[in-house]
């Protein structure tokens, strides 16, 4: 009689997968695409090769892409992606040129403050062992633009402008001054300094605080759009108009988007009242 022992041994499995991401207008990386245009198309290339010793089948490959809003809010989309693998190529072997999944994400907002990341999962197993797993993640962080913009208006209680007063029968008056500011840019962006500076008395003030009463703390600005309007805030101060003095005001604003640099404006409203001149005495 003759006894026979055999051992089959159980087969190591090694797979990996891997993204690439690219602007295919520009062939760009997708994070290093820059906010020049809000609105651009996402290539993304998913590969799947064996890295073992072994060849193995595909099971399951599935992505997760997910968008965080500025906001920290999340939405998920998950797709299994293995019906987009030809049946042929569903069994890798070592040296085998790596098992290629495209898509296109069309018109990703690169300016709205988001994040971007896509996560893909390869589940394969050898024809003799367990299967194994291998796992890729591909997040993109856009640098949102940063543009913002003050402006300054002053006028007096009648409503005249500042700057086409003229022979003030009154010396001390209210004057209004004005800041409007606003976001020509395409991020919503977090106002971070707002101060004013007048002179005479040559006295910077803070006026932050007026903005954030106006539209809440943090003060956050939009892109203006058809239907809104610049945020202005304003303050009243009394001003001697007799001096022939040049009246000036100057403002700084500092704002940031959510991921990006900040960026600042200022502006400057200047005027001089004309004194008039003395009546000479009358002639003899």
Do not use: H
């Amino acid at each position: 009689a003759t006894d026979m022992y055999m051992v089959q041994p159980e087969a190591p499995c090694e797979t990996d997968t891997s993204i690439v991401c690219v602007n295919p207008e520009t062939n760009v990386p997708c994070d290093e695409i820059p906010p020049e245009d809000c609105l651009v198309p996402m290539k993304y290339t998913y590969f799947i090769e064996a890295t073992g010793p072994t060849c193995m089948t595909i099971n399951e490959f599935v992505r997760v892409y997910t968008v965080t809003n500025a906001d920290g809010e999340t939405a998920s989309k998950e797709d299994d992606l293995i019906g987009l693998i030809p049946e042929s190529d569903l069994v890798i072997c070592p040296g085998d040129e790596p098992i290629m999944v495209m898509e296109t994400f069309e018109d990703v907002d690169i300016c709205d403050g988001s994040t971007y990341s896509t996560k893909t999962t390869v589940e394969a197993n050898p024809p003799n062992g367990n299967s194994c797993m291998a796992m890729d993640e591909y997040v993109i962080v856009p640098e949102a633009p940063c543009d913002v913009s003050v402006e300054i208006d002053c006028k007096d209680s009648s409503g005249t402008n500042c700057d086409e007063i003229t022979a003030p029968e009154v010396c001390v008056q209210d004057l209004t001054y004005t800041y409007c500011v606003d976001n020509p840019g395409p991020t919503c962006m977090e106002v971070t300094e707002f101060t004013r500076t007048l002179t005479p008395p040559g006295s910077e003030r803070s006026i932050l605080g007026l903005l954030e009463q106006q539209i809440g703390d943090p003060a956050v600005i939009c892109p203006v759009n058809d239907f809104d309007l610049p945020v202005c805030v304003s303050e009243v101060r009394s001003t001697n108009l007799c001096t022939n003095e040049k009246v000036s005001v100057s403002t700084k604003i500092n704002a940031a988007p959510p991921n990006g640099d900040s960026c600042m404006d200022t502006d400057m409203y200047m005027f001089t009242v004309p004194t008039p001149a003395p009546t000479p005495p009358p002639t003899p």
